[in-house]
């Protein structure tokens, strides 16, 4: 099922002080560290993620694989395309990075899924109303931009 097919859930966004190609490796980084810290392979296989492990090119690039996700495209300081599957769900994670000025850019988070099934309709009340995906998104969208305006090099004008 091809990510544009998958249903929208919900976007998140936020603005940060630094230029697109500023902000693309800590959104790598970032992105890649949430799900790759302990205990998501254990959860990944737990619910039997299509991807449970991490695996392909570093830097992230269409491909690589981190727990629960295969990078489906990775166009530096545009955007980066998450997908994944497990018994549940059918989902995907869309980072987009839109300049608005020098020195400034926001940065979009959109998930699609479908869960399927009674067990999946079971899933998708759970991560809904629990609110962890709404606080891990933000969590990571905060994180990409905090990392992003300390970064030296935006104030420093280096490479």
Same mark, same amino acid.
């Given at each position: 099922?091809?990510?544009? +097919?998958?249903? @929208?859930?919900?976007? @998140?966004? %936020?603005?940060?002080?630094?230029? %697109?190609?500023?902000?693309?490796?800590?959104? %790598?980084?970032?992105?890649?560290?949430?799900?790759?810290?302990?205990?998501?392979?254990?959860?990944?296989? !737990?619910? +039997?993620?299509?991807?449970?492990?991490?695996?392909? &090119?570093?830097?992230?690039?269409?491909?690589?694989?981190?727990?629960?996700?295969?990078?489906? +495209?990775?166009?530096?300081?545009?955007? *980066?395309?998450?997908?994944? +599957? @497990?018994?549940?769900?059918?989902?995907?994670?869309?980072?987009?990075?839109? &300049?608005?000025? &020098?020195?400034?850019?926001?940065?979009?988070?959109?998930?699609?899924?479908?869960?399927?099934?009674?067990?999946?309709? !079971?899933?998708?009340?759970? *991560?809904?109303?629990?609110?962890?995906?709404?606080?891990?998104?933000?969590?990571?969208?905060? %994180?990409?931009?905090?990392?992003?305006?300390?970064? &030296?090099?935006?104030?420093?004008?280096?490479?």
């Amino acid at each position: 099922m091809a990510i544009d +097919s998958l249903p @929208h859930l919900d976007e @998140h966004s %936020t603005l940060i002080a630094a230029d %697109t190609d500023r902000i693309w490796p800590h959104l %790598t980084d970032v992105v890649e560290r949430s799900f790759a810290a302990p205990g998501m392979t254990g959860y990944a296989r !737990l619910v +039997s993620a299509a991807d449970p492990v991490s695996s392909g &090119p570093r830097p992230l690039a269409a491909g690589s694989t981190f727990p629960g996700f295969r990078v489906t +495209s990775a166009v530096p300081g545009e955007e *980066l395309a998450l997908r994944g +599957s @497990h018994r549940f769900s059918t989902y995907a994670l869309i980072f987009r990075l839109t &300049p608005i000025e &020098p020195g400034r850019s926001r940065l979009r988070a959109e998930t699609r899924a479908v869960f399927a099934g009674l067990t999946g309709g !079971l899933y998708r009340q759970i *991560l809904l109303t629990s609110g962890g995906h709404v606080i891990g998104v933000r969590r990571i969208l905060a %994180t990409i931009r905090r990392r992003s305006e300390q970064d &030296p090099r935006v104030h420093a004008g280096g490479p």
